[in-house]
């Protein structure tokens, strides 16, 4: 089985930072890709940002440069470095992976059970 399991939420004041964590576990051959979700109360759930296992990123243009999404494979692990938060970037965040568990098996996707980012003063 393969669990991901996030980690890194709270509070944090306008203008702060924070950092999650995503760690995934179990029977994992290799993560082609690794990415995050948000989602806020009463609005469909949105992709931020994503990884793959190049080191190529993409992110959603709300992020304007202010998240960054990085992985270290000798983990299994990624994680989103969030600064210049706003009230707007109050949401559950998720991770999502793409994960084969063996040379020839198909891949996968994968979701952590959510990790709440509240940005309040």
């Known amino acids: 089985q393969v669990q991901l399991v996030e980690s890194g939420g709270g509070l944090a004041q306008p203008g702060g930072s924070l950092t999650l964590s995503c760690a995934a576990s179990?029977?994992?051959?290799?993560?082609?890709?690794m990415a995050w979700y948000r989602q806020a109360p009463g609005n469909e759930r949105e992709w931020v940002a994503e990884i793959r296992s190049g080191g190529h990123t993409d992110y959603a243009d709300f992020v304007q440069g202010r998240f960054t999404i990085f992985r270290d494979d000798a983990k299994d692990t990624v994680y989103l470095q969030m600064n210049s938060l706003t009230p707007e970037d109050t949401a559950v965040y998720s991770c999502?992976?793409?994960?084969?568990?063996?040379?020839?098996?198909?891949?996968?996707?994968?979701w952590g059970q959510g990790t709440q980012v509240t940005v309040s003063s």
């Open positions: 999502n992976a793409r994960i084969a568990i063996s040379p020839t098996s198909n891949t996968y996707f994968y």
């Open positions: 179990g029977s994992i051959f290799n993560i082609p890709t």
